[in-house]
């Protein structure tokens, strides 16, 4: 089974999925209803089905087929409210475990047509993330036709893609975080926050501090992440950082701790 990264705040469950998933066969479909949008994401939890361990399981704050059909058509749930009023306790338990036991059965029933009706949403995704990757890439070549970002540092060709957007992401901590973590794959976790520094002038400037959690570096990737990072870093600023913030990159190893006279034990003082 593949890694299920964590889920992202506002992005529709289309999207989460096709940003790790190439197909969508193995992911069973739960709709529970519009209604918990008021307190939900689109995407509620996705997880390792409980009965299969080779399947998916989808939560989302969506109306499946059984939810759009007429109301009463398969049970009346007014007889709660019958009850209820009637103040017959036990009457009222019963009907309502029947209720949930119906629910769920013709749940079960039309999960395989919202499965399905789901895949085809997931297909078109992948269709349209295609499309767009293919333009960003024509609009990139000819809005930057006189200043060409081509370059070989491969932190950069990554980002580039997402330029387009620089305007939506800059200042934006959230999405920072969420570029820089694609950008230092495999990274564990990115951490962002702001330092006040009084400059040689006296006067109070801040400092966006960029910390990058990556486990278990060698000596040979520590240099090399270093170099590409050293070139990296001024063009993320120029694009992504706010122009009245300075910056600086750490790089943390999240799991091996220091060990005195340990060559290239990466410590909490390491700076790109």
């Known amino acids: 089974m593949k890694h299920i990264p964590r889920i992202a705040e ?3 469950a ?9 197909s969508c066969s193995d992911v069973m479909v739960e709709p529970q209803g519009v209604f918990s949008r008021n307190y939900n994401d689109d995407v509620i939890s996705f997880e390792v089905s409980y009965e299969n361990s080779n399947k998916y399981s989808l939560q989302i704050s969506r109306d499946s087929v059984f939810h759009i059909l007429p109301e009463g058509l398969f049970f009346e749930e007014n007889k709660l409210r019958e009850l209820a009023k009637q103040n017959n306790t036990d009457k009222f338990k019963q009907e309502e475990e029947r209720i949930i036991k119906e629910k769920k059965r013709i749940r079960l029933f039309f999960q395989p047509f919202d499965t399905v009706y789901f895949r085809l949403h ?35 060709q990554k980002i580039i893609p997402v330029i387009p957007f620089a305007s939506e992401i800059r200042g934006n901590i959230c999405l920072m975080k969420d570029v820089l973590k694609a ?11 702001l330092i006040k ?10 400092v966006l501090s960029i910390i990058v959690h990556i486990e278990k570096l060698s000596a040979a990737q520590f240099m090399n992440l270093k170099q590409e990072a050293d070139v990296f870093a001024p063009f993320f600023y120029e694009w992504f950082i706010p122009v009245d913030l300075d910056y600086q990159l750490k790089i943390k190893d999240t799991n091996e701790r220091f060990v005195l006279g340990k060559a290239m034990t990466l410590d909490y003082n390491t700076y790109l």
């Not at 297909?123 to 333009?135: A, D, G, V």
């Open 14 to 22: 289309e999207a989460f999925l096709t940003s790790f998933l190439t």
């Open 183 to 193: 950008v230092f794959y495999p990274a564990t976790r990115i951490d962002m926050f």
């Open 122 to 156: 997931f297909e078109l995704e992948q269709k349209l993330n295609q499309l767009t990757k293919n333009r960003i890439r024509v609009l990139i070549d000819k809005l930057f036709n006189v200043f060409p970002l081509q370059s070989d540092n491969r932190l950069i």
């Open 10 to 12: 506002h992005v529709k």
């Open 197 to 206: 520094k009084r400059k040689v002038t006296g006067v109070l400037g801040n």
